[in-house]
């Protein structure tokens, strides 16, 4: 029904930088919640990033002051431009997307109060320090 497509994930150096994306087919993401999640290996997925429903951008701790999110709503299009990249942020980064039911059990990005059911294939993310 809706797709979230993840890409921009790659190897990278300690203190280097990625830019990821995720395009949401199917439907605006501007009406829905929409987040980066990211899962290191053999841990749960968290929420990283998203942007509130006035426009301001919330981080997790782990990650603020280091990544920005932003967004296109032509492209409907969500960023994530992540700098000072570290060993623990190597993981799997997912794009996250509430849009009813129908999808997947609903989890929380802990920075607003969606709830997400929806979401990418993930792009691999590598930080070698």
């Known amino acids: 029904q809706v797709q979230l497509v993840e890409s921009g994930g790659g190897s990278a150096q300690a203190g280097g930088s990625l830019n990821l994306s995720c395009a949401a087919f199917g439907y605006s993401y501007a009406s829905y919640c929409m987040a980066w999640f990211r899962q290191p290996p053999g841990k749960e997925r968290e929420g990283v990033a998203t942007?509130?429903?006035?426009?301001?951008?919330r981080y997790a701790d782990s990650v603020k002051g280091r990544f920005t999110a932003s967004q296109d709503n032509d492209k409907n299009t969500l960023y994530l431009q992540m700098n000072s990249l570290k060993a623990e942020d190597t993981a799997m980064y997912y794009c996250g997307a509430d849009h009813g039911d129908g999808g997947g059990p609903p989890e929380f990005d802990g920075l607003t109060e969606c709830e997400y059911n929806y979401w990418g294939q993930g792009t691999q993310v590598t930080v070698s320090s």
């Open positions: 942007i509130a429903s006035d426009g301001t951008p």
